[in-house]
């Protein structure tokens, strides 16, 4: 499972040719012989971050692998980088833009400026919007057409305007208003939006659709659908819209064009990414089910995480550990993927949520300045939620020939402690971090089989199938509870692991081209699809599947 070496980027050879030798040393060390060698690993391995706590000991890793680690970012720059950041510098430089998702969970109300100017007195300007349009939804204030309150929220978006709001709303499902209900729309299968409708009644339901520009062909067409429904089963009244729709965008004019009030337009700015949004008006679902003072507790824990990775020292902040070791794996290790391992039903949107996070963010072909990588760059990202991951694709992580690092995240307390449920959810997590770490001899293997009484040509057959190489790494996030602070601590710990990663590897971790292509070839071929003449502009497997649809549609 050794990667084979890669080009450093350019002025790290120094640190990285020393990790590449160093990788070579450790080949041969498993992680038995680690802890067997230290009995202070733990202690050694481990970071303690308000309710959150990181264990990296049953990495491949020792104190040297650490050092030159932290040799690389910080010869990388990744403080400079860091600050750069926090201080609205545009570092996203293919959009010439800042990145300051930061600044939408800025507690502290410290100012943040970009070009001289504050942005704080505008993000908390839509801030207060959204807490006095929320509170009067939550208290019945704010009544549909009938003269109803509402009780279902029905939000449309796609993106990071879907799988962040979607993912935190449902995490912290325990805190949700009593008798509210909320419905998350991102495909543009039909499918998708008529669920939805279909749970929903035009009296009480609040569509919000967010959408920066307004015009993203997949969240209009499903908007477009929901405002058709609504108008046939509200009689028809056009003036009713603005009791049912509000938007979250920049468009005021199209806002206003679908039949939005524009005091029912949420703000939000060019310095927030998609995938970073779920903090900004974007979050406004989040707000509406679990209330704004528990959504400024997920921005308050997003904001302490922040004050850590700006001002902890390298060697003790969470995120630049864990993006450090991921670069390791990576780089240095050969491993091409990730796996997000959540104990928790509430976190089953996570490992999706992150898939976006770091797969938008990192998965990158050329550096900065435009320059094609000679050296891996993000890695496939995936994962489900434990314990049903034991049973689908553990089998692979514990004796296929991948390499797969993962992070195992596991709350201390449950919202629902019923019975045993949590203590052996508990047990199935931390188990499963020691098996892959230790695994199984054969010597051991043919022990115990040899202690049922199987005879020896048995056992000769059973053994290599039920030896484990273990040696396979891992970290275990501990939280106290899953909490709206612990998750936004959670959450802005993992954006800043993918920054640590892209500075490493020198490229812009906060634009998307390689989604744009897709998009354009997607209209050309829809308007082919409702055409009637031979689709002949493509190759011929393209003009094929459009006529073969075709007929197939008919």
Not at 463 to 488: C, E, I
């Amino acid at each position: 499972m050794q990667a084979s070496p890669q080009p450093a980027p350019a002025g790290l050879e120094s640190p990285w040719q020393a990790l590449q030798e160093h990788a070579k040393e450790l080949e041969a060390l498993h992680l038995r012989d680690l802890f067997q060698s230290d009995p202070h690993r733990f202690s050694r391995f481990s970071l303690q971050f308000e309710e959150l706590f990181l264990d990296y000991s049953k990495n491949r890793i020792t104190g040297e692998t650490l050092r030159l680690l932290l040799e690389l970012a910080r010869q990388a720059g990744l403080e400079r980088w860091i600050e750069r950041m926090f201080r609205g510098e545009r570092i996203n430089n293919t959009e010439h833009r800042a990145v300051l998702h930061v600044a939408l969970r800025n507690r502290s109300n410290t100012p943040i400026e970009v070009d001289g100017r504050d942005v704080m007195p505008e993000v908390n300007a839509v801030l207060e919007q959204m807490r006095r349009f929320t509170e009067s939804v939550r208290n019945g204030e704010w009544r549909g057409f009938s003269g109803r309150p509402i009780d279902r929220i029905v939000n449309i978006g796609i993106g990071g305007s879907d799988l962040g709001p979607h993912m935190a709303t449902i995490a912290l499902r325990p805190y949700w208003k009593e008798g509210m209900t909320a419905h998350f729309v991102s495909n543009v299968d039909g499918t998708d939006i008529s669920e939805a409708l279909a749970q929903a009644d035009p009296e009480t339901t609040l569509f919000i659709v967010a959408s920066k520009t307004f015009t993203t062909r997949e969240t209009m067409t499903n908007a477009h659908t929901a405002r058709r429904w609504f108008l046939k089963r509200s009689g028809g009244d056009e003036a009713a819209i603005a009791r049912h729709f509000v938007a979250v965008s920049t468009n005021a004019e199209a806002v206003q064009a679908f039949g939005i009030h524009g005091d029912n337009m949420f703000r939000f700015w060019d310095w927030v990414g998609g995938r970073y949004s779920l903090w900004s008006a974007i979050g406004l679902p989040i707000a509406l089910m679990v209330g704004m003072d528990h959504f400024e507790s997920l921005l308050a824990g997003a904001h302490a995480m922040d004050n850590h990775f700006r001002r902890a020292p390298l060697e003790k902040n969470l995120p630049v550990i864990l993006g450090l070791l991921g670069v390791w794996y990576r780089n240095f290790l050969g491993a091409g993927n990730h796996a997000i391992l959540p104990y928790d039903h509430s976190l089953r949107l996570l490992p999706a949520y992150l898939q976006q996070a770091d797969m938008e963010s990192n998965g990158k072909g050329v550096t900065r300045d435009g320059r094609p990588l000679e050296y891996d760059s993000g890695p496939i990202v995936w994962g489900q939620p434990g314990t049903n991951g034991q049973h689908a694709f553990f089998q692979l992580i514990h004796q296929g020939t991948e390499l797969v690092p993962a992070d195992f995240i596991l709350p201390a307390r449950s919202h629902h402690p019923v019975g045993d449920h949590h203590r052996i959810l508990c047990a199935n997590c931390i188990a499963q971090t020691e098996a892959l770490m230790k695994g199984k001899t054969e010597a051991e293997v043919r022990r115990e089989l040899a202690d049922t009484g199987l005879p020896r040509e048995r056992i000769d057959e059973l053994a290599p199938h039920r030896t484990f190489p273990g040696n396979r790494p891992s970290n275990t996030l501990l939280l106290r509870k899953l909490t709206p602070y612990n998750l936004g601590a959670l959450i802005a710990l993992y954006e800043h692991r993918i920054f640590v990663e892209s500075v490493i590897w020198n490229i812009n971790a906060f634009d998307q081209w390689g989604v744009e292509l897709g998009k354009q070839l997607a209209t050309r071929i829809e308007e082919e699809l409702a055409g009637e003449t031979p689709c002949t502009g493509h190759d011929s497997s393209t003009n094929g599947l459009v006529n073969r649809l075709r007929e197939m549609a008919a």
